[in-house]
């Protein structure tokens, strides 16, 4: 066990005993079956950006403990709050606007750093993956799961908008907007198979478990390959996916330049060329 984990433990951190550079984030808030906090939110970020920075560290994945993947926001000690905030009849109309913005970047920022980590981020999702659970995996790179899970975009019914990476990241993740947008407006549950079958996740498993193992063997396999080069694939997609065809040339070609005058491109070709792991 790594000292990564929130003083809370609500996320815990581990390192997978079969793969030794495959970590595993996992949300541990079981009794109300993983749902999030802004202090959760927080916490991420802080995780996220600790594993980024952890040599060791190649591949995240990340999962539940459970019963459930993650229930979306705390209705209790998360949406209560905004709503007590922006019920707050001592507060003007400006300063209540000021308040939910600070909440929206806190979540933002705690699902950012997964989509913004260099690191190659796995969700092994099982049974339930609602509202921003759901969002929380489109800043995944890979996204996995069980026979039973099931997801729902489900912010709508709440009142809001889904503010934390679906309405940027799902059109361009599934590619078929006329099923983005019933899902995002109806807020109805999809299984594991209409989600495989739109392209929100890539392959299903029968149990939670298998999808976890399955997981981590995929999370070892891109582990046991160059660093700099998962990571450098990860920059360009992002990047080509958000910019123009020449634009994301433009960019690889600087990104490749610099990868250049790094020691781990040396290493990574020489140890191709010994057929041994980099
Ligand atoms: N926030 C806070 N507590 C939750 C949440 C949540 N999102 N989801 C579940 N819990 C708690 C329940 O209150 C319950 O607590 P208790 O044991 O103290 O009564 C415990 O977790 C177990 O939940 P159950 O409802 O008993 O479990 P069940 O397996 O029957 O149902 C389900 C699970 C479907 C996830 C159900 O709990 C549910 O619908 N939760 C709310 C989902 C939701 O609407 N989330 C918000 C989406 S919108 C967004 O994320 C912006």
Request: glycine share 6%; with cysteine.
């Amino acid at each position: 066990m790594q000292a990564y984990s929130a003083e809370s433990q609500e996320i815990l951190v581990d390192v997978s005993s079969e793969a030794p550079h495959v970590y595993h984030m996992r949300l541990n808030r079981p009794n109300r079956r993983n749902a999030i906090t802004f202090e959760l939110w927080g916490e991420m970020k802080t995780v996220v950006e600790r594993l980024e920075h952890e040599p060791n560290c190649r591949v995240i994945v990340v999962s539940g403990n459970g019963d459930s993947f993650c229930s979306g926001i705390d209705l209790q000690d998360g949406l209560s709050n905004v709503i007590t905030t922006m019920s707050n009849g001592e507060l003007d109309v400006g300063r209540r606007g000021i308040a939910l913005g600070r909440f929206l970047q806190v979540a933002q920022d705690g699902f950012n750093a997964i989509a913004k980590c260099q690191k190659p981020v796995i969700a092994a999702v099982h049974n339930h993956c609602i509202g921003v659970g759901a969002e929380l995996i489109m800043a995944c790179d890979i996204r996995i799961a069980s026979q039973d899970a099931n997801f729902s975009i489900k912010e709508v019914d709440v009142g809001l908008a889904p503010d934390v990476g679906a309405l940027s990241r799902m059109q361009k993740i599934v590619g078929n907007d006329s099923w983005v947008r019933e899902m995002c407006f109806t807020c109805r549950n999809f299984n594991a198979e209409e989600a495989l079958r739109y392209g929100f996740i890539s392959r299903i498993y029968p149990t939670a478990k298998e999808t976890l193992d399955a997981a981590t063997q995929l999370a070892k396999v891109i582990s046991e390959k160059s660093p700099i080069a998962v990571q450098g694939t990860k920059v360009n997609l992002n990047y080509s996916r958000d910019h123009s065809d020449a634009d994301g040339q433009l960019f690889v070609k600087a990104w490749n330049m610099g990868m250049l005058q790094s020691e781990d491109l040396v290493e990574s070709a020489k140890a191709y060329m010994a057929k041994r792991k980099p």
